[in-house]
Each structure stands twice: as structure tokens, then as C-alpha cells.
């Protein structure tokens, strides 16, 4: 679910059959979207994919009605907002938010890329990059202002680089903590797999959050546990 996981074998038919823009909305049962327009409602209407798109991880255990990828990145953007004075001090707020609501945007059309998909990272950033184009230039090149400045901000977040990125890359992974506590909860189910990505976790308030969330979560499966044994 957009944790780097480090690189993965290619599967056949990636190499069969390279991934591209136009054979992605081939293949797609929605409606082609207005190219080139002076307007940026065929954009906005493209939008509706990260509404409809789930995020995949959770569908290998059970997790049938799982969040979208619109979810996701909505309460990253809360988050984001609620950095205590030790970062809020540091950090362009408002340009996070902004970077949190674009950094997986392409995957309206990529969709959610999970490491047991066999896409390696060199693939999926490509496939990534020509969506966040496509939508760039065909979708809004035309359209005042235009939109130069997502593509800015999806780059960002790729390079990693600025405290901002740090910060939004982090607010990634306890968003996902965050989840997977909630669907253990929710479908009785061990999500444990998940939890290395608290040990990537940067920024020192950050982790704070993530030992919190899995503090949290040790004592709920106390709780089941003793459950288990009356």
C-alpha cells in the first residue's frame, strides 16, 4: 500500500506487455476523460477514481469494504494539521496538507501497487510519473493556472528530501498504523505484519504517535487474549 519495501521481481506481463497511460484507460470501464480542455472539470471528474480505488493490502486478509485511497490521504491531511509546536514551528503546514492530498494521486489511474505485486519500485514510480504527466498536461495543461504545481508537489514527496517530505512520508506510515489497528479491531484479525513500518518512522514526534498506536494496540490484545481463556 505505498510502503517502500525495497525492489521486487517483475512479473511476466509486465515485461510482456509495458504499462502505459492509454492502455490503462482502455482498459478502464469508466468514462474517457476530456483531453485538452480550457476547463478543469474533465480533471475534477477524473478525481472520482480515488473515491472508487481501493487500497489493496487489506483485501489479502478478508478486509472485503476496505478504505479507498481518497480515505487515506483525507486523514493524512488531518494529521498533518494536528503536528504538535516542535514540528508546526519547522514545517510549511499548509504545503504538506497540500503534498498529502496529491503524493498518491497517480494511483487514480496506477491504482494501489502492494510489494506482493511484483512491480518493482523503478516501474512503479514510472507508471506513477506518466499518470501525475498525463494529468498535468493532457488534463490540465490548458486550463489556467494549469497544474505544474501537483506535479511539484507529487516530485516532493518521491525525492524525500525536504523536512516537509520527511514529515508527509511519516504521516504515511502512521496513517497505515492507524488502519491496521482499526481492522484488527474491527474483523478480529492479526494485521501484526504491518507493524515494521514503525521502525521506519523518522521524526522523533512522529514515532511518538506510532509507539502510542501500538501501545494501544498490545493492550487490546491483552484484552482478547484473556478473553479467550475464561
Given amino acids: 500500500m505505498g510502503v517502500d519495501s525495497g525492489e521486487l521481481v517483475p512479473t511476466s506481463g509486465s515485461v510482456r506487455d509495458p504499462w502505459s497511460v492509454e492502455s490503462a484507460l482502455a482498459a478502464s470501464s469508466t468514462t474517457l476523460p476530456e483531453t485538452g480542455s480550457t476547463s478543469p472539470v474533465p480533471f475534477f471528474h477524473f478525481l472520482e477514481r480515488l473515491k472508487t480505488t481501493k487500497r489493496e493490502g487489506w483485501k489479502r486478509f478478508g478486509v472485503e469494504h476496505s478504505e479507498s485511497i481518497s480515505d487515506h490521504m483525507y486523514r493524512m491531511s488531518i494529521l498533518v494539521m494536528m503536528a504538535p509546536p516542535s514540528l508546526s514551528s519547522r514545517l510549511n503546514i499548509p504545503h504538506c496538507t497540500k503534498m498529502a492530498l496529491v503524493h498518491d ?3 487514480s489511474l496506477v491504482g494501489d501497487i502492494t510489494p506482493v505485486d511484483g512491480v518493482p519500485k ?3 514510480s514510472r507508471r506513477e ?3 501525475m504527466e498525463y494529468m498535468t498536461t493532457n488534463l490540465l495543461g490548458k486550463v489556467a493556472g494549469g497544474g505544474q504545481h501537483l506535479l511539484e508537489l507529487w516530485d516532493e514527496y518521491e525525492d524525500g ?3 516537509e517530505s520527511k514529515f508527509v512520508h511519516d504521516i504515511d506510515k502512521i496513517e497505515l498504523l492507524l488502519q491496521m ?3 484488527e479491531r474491527s474483523h478480529k484479525i ?4 504491518f507493524t515494521w513500518v514503525a521502525d521506519k518512522i523518522e521524526l522523533p514526534e512522529v514515532k511518538a504517535w506510532a509507539i502510542e498506536v501500538l501501545k494501544e494496540r498490545e493492550i487490546f490484545e491483552a484484552g482478547l487474549l484473556k478473553e479467550t481463556k475464561q
Fill in 105 to 107: 494521486m497517480a494511483e
Fill in 122 to 124: 523503478e516501474e512503479k
Fill in 129 to 131: 510519473r506518466l499518470t
Fill in 161 to 163: 528530501r525536504t523536512l
Fill in 181 to 183: 489497528t482499526e481492522y
Fill in 190 to 193: 492479526d494485521l501484526g505484519e
